[in-house]
């Protein structure tokens, strides 16, 4: 099976999931998928199918190459123009990762097709469905220990961000991190559980100071 054979059966798989979106465009009125609300479920399904995806950003063109891990040779590529962003009270390095974050979620978006809003959205009645957040999968994959062990990070990140520590912050995820790899455990796992427990807006901030630091590098 091909990469793009793959690529459509890995959508099947995800629109069959009923994933909830979590954003909310309140001056259009609709809801759409935060980054976070699906990136754990497609990840998995693409884990199932032995897909992997690498998005990287060049100076006009932002990057997804989607490989049959079976056929590495068998790949699909979706690619987007970079774009710029001028977020107020933000310095460049900030708006730069508000650039990589939404572009992220664009290619994501392209890759599985996601349909954010239409018609079907606004129509469809009050039947009872099975929902599924972003972050079940990983929470899932994590014992009780782990899973507190999240939440005790998420929480002290919250704590030092609202005192305007934002590198404490960055320091207290980098620490976790570190930790669970030291002990054996999955960072990308744990990272992508413990940015399920974020809001947008921590995340974005998180984003941007982890931009800045390899950009310092």
């Given at each position: ?135 079940d999968g990983a929470m899932g994959s994590l014992t009780d220990k782990q899973r507190t062990f999240v939440a005790k990070v998420a929480a002290a990140i919250c704590t030092k961000l609202g005192k305007g520590d934002e590198y404490a912050a960055l320091e207290e995820m980098q620490t976790a991190i ?40």
């Open positions: 099976m091909s990469a793009l054979k793959k690529l459509n059966e890995a959508r099947k798989m995800f629109h069959a999931a009923k994933i909830a979106k979590t954003g909310n465009n309140k001056f259009a009125g609709y809801q759409y998928f935060e980054l976070g609300d699906f990136l754990v479920p497609a990840l998995q399904i693409f884990e199932s199918l032995n897909l992997s995806a690498v998005v990287s950003f060049g100076v006009e063109i932002a990057t997804m190459t989607i490989t049959d891990l079976d056929m590495e040779s068998s790949q699909f590529v979706i690619t987007s123009p970079m774009s710029t962003a001028a977020l107020k009270a933000c310095h460049e390095v900030q708006n730069l990762g508000a650039v990589q974050t939404y572009l992220r979620r664009y290619l994501w978006v392209a890759a599985l097709e996601i349909v954010e809003h239409d018609a079907i959205d606004s129509s469809e009645g009050a039947t009872p469905r099975t929902t599924i957040k972003g972050t570190a930790s669970v790899s030291r002990g054996g455990g999955d960072p990308q796992m744990f990272k992508v559980a413990l940015w399920g427990a974020l809001d947008s807006k921590t995340r974005g901030t998180l984003e941007s100071l982890e931009a800045s630091e390899r950009q310092a590098a």
